[in-house]
């Protein structure tokens, strides 16, 4: 097996006309190619007048090695785990987000059936409660957007790029590929699957787990834990189930917060964290387009991206979790509050783009000493967003000149808002932090030298986004375990990941560490 890398094409072929381009280019034999696959696309739109895709390849056939310019593909060996455990009891994973699917499918896979709770409803069941929410402004506090089967990612673009670098990466790919995902996200540079794909992918992986004799208990809410000398000895639930065990998996999510308080109480060590907060800012995809691609290329790209960063001198300002063609989407899981977040179709085919603009947020800028401080500044600007939107539900919105000018929208201009069930005319500098608002024109004025329009007065700011990361961090040793035996913090709710492929890789991290203690 060889690979093929930095091969330019400018033109949209099909993969098997990708492959005939090839062959002739690099003089291969098509008879003689046994395996052929595409490893990495991206799009290289440096140059306006002249955007192209770049491929990687991998070919096995005869004569591989007169093939000019490939490389021999090493074996890497593969993924393994030594597994120890000898416990009769079954494993616990509290949350049923990435980072505690994951973890329950490596430990099915491995012999060990694990209990999966979850506060909130299965996937199908939740998309309902995530609708009727959208129409009517009607919460269910325990299925919405933060809360249920699939976790937060699931109602968002569904991202599966990431900073980490981990080996396990591919794991991740390659399973949500054999769960129904589409083949591309295993080469593309940027994949993502869209909100629609991940709702029947994490359907399947559910089914799958319980094939193997894992067990889901929705609907179930952990409200306790029984310690005893200093292990955990059960998990007790709202409903007065109480499941013994020896381990758990703590994959909670960033916005169980009573959750957090408990196991506070219980005495597992924590401490605060940095996170950020901010606001939506929406543009017309088309702006976007316009700006990363120019006007010049015929080639059928799909919806343009962005990712921008600003370092003041006194905070920094990034966009994250951008969504193409998408829309702003209500997040709240307590009552008279607003949180947003943003959401793709895998079509991405929107009016709109929109993306988190976010300030970073240091302990230092919170209030009392609790490890459980940054939870405590999140909901006070949640319910201060409830209350300028008009305590119904409605979020707060503001055209970017407005907010520049610290005056209160009075009508809304080209670029018309995506939030549901409804917004408010607002000047959200009424309720964040001046630090805050402060770094936010900074930002997008820079961004708007970086990608023309960024700064439109017309574009639309919607409050608050406060759930980017978790503001809590649960401490664990090297072996994942936390300063009580049997817990075992994991994924973005304790403070080990940022998003759909941290998460999952985090509870690979922590079913390995279960797997392997003996």
């Excluded at 098509?30 to 895709?53: H, L, M, P």
């Amino acid at each position: 097996m060889v690979r093929i890398s930095n091969i330019k094409v400018r033109a949209d072929f099909s993969d098997e006309e990708l492959f005939k381009y090839i062959y002739e280019k690099y003089k291969i034999n098509k008879d003689e190619v046994t395996v052929s696959r595409i490893v990495k696309k991206s799009i290289d739109a440096r140059n306006k007048s002249d955007i192209f895709y770049n491929y990687s390849v991998e070919i096995e056939c005869k004569n591989e090695d007169k093939i000019k310019g490939a490389e021999k593909v090493e074996e890497k060996s593969s993924f393994s785990i030594e597994v120890k455990r000898r416990s009769s009891l079954c494993p616990v994973i509290v949350g049923a987000g990435p980072a505690g699917l994951f973890a329950a499918l490596i430990l099915a896979q491995n012999g060990i059936k694990p209990i999966v709770i979850e506060q909130g409803k299965t996937v199908d069941e939740r998309q309902k409660d995530v609708e009727e929410f959208l129409a009517s402004g009607k919460l269910n506090t325990l299925s919405n957007v933060q809360f249920g089967e699939g976790g937060a990612g699931t109602f968002s673009d569904g991202k599966l790029t990431s900073g980490i670098h981990n080996p396990l990466c591919k794991i991740v790919l390659k399973e949500f590929y054999n769960f129904g995902a589409p083949e591309q996200i295993l080469y593309m540079n940027k994949p993502h699957i869209g909100t629609d794909n991940l709702i029947n992918i994490i359907r399947n992986m559910r089914n799958k787990i319980i094939e193997m004799g894992g067990t889901f208990l929705f609907n179930e809410k952990v409200v306790d834990f029984e310690i005893i000398d200093g292990k955990v000895t059960s998990v007790v639930c709202s409903s007065g189930k109480k499941v013994q065990t020896d381990t758990v998996i703590l994959a909670i999510g960033h916005s169980a917060r009573d959750t957090f308080e408990k196991l506070y109480e219980k005495g597992l060590q924590m401490e605060r964290k940095n996170f950020s907060v901010g606001v939506r800012i929406e543009h017309k995809q088309s702006m976007i387009n316009e700006s990363q691609y120019g006007n010049e290329t015929k080639l059928k790209l799909p919806p343009a991206e962005y990712k921008l960063a600003y370092h003041g001198k006194e905070r920094s300002c990034y966009t994250f979790c951008m969504c193409p063609g998408g829309q702003v989407i209500a997040s709240s899981s307590e009552e008279n509050t607003i949180v947003t977040n943003g959401m793709s179709k895998f079509a991405r085919d929107g009016e709109n783009a929109n993306s988190a603009v976010l300030v970073n947020v240091t302990p230092n800028d919170f209030e009392g000493t609790s490890p459980l401080a940054g939870i405590y500044f999140q909901k006070d600007l949640e319910e201060k967003a409830f209350k300028l939107g008009g305590s119904n539900y409605h979020a707060p919105i503001q055209r970017y000149e407005d907010f520049k000018n610290n005056k209160k929208t009075e009508y809304i201009g080209d670029i018309k808002p995506t939030y549901k069930p409804g917004v408010t005319l607002s000047n959200l500098n009424e309720i964040l932090p001046e630090f805050v608002s402060k770094a936010l024109v900074e930002g997008i004025d820079y961004f708007g030298k970086k990608i023309r329009g960024f700064d439109n007065p017309d574009s639309i700011l919607t409050g608050v986004e406060t759930r980017s990361s978790s503001p809590v961090q649960i401490t664990r040793d090297e072996e994942k375990e936390s300063n009580i035996k049997g817990f075992y913090p994991c994924g973005e709710g304790a403070g080990y990941a940022g998003g759909i492929m941290s998460a999952a890789v985090d509870g690979i991290k922590c079913a390995i560490a279960v797997l392997e203690k003996e």
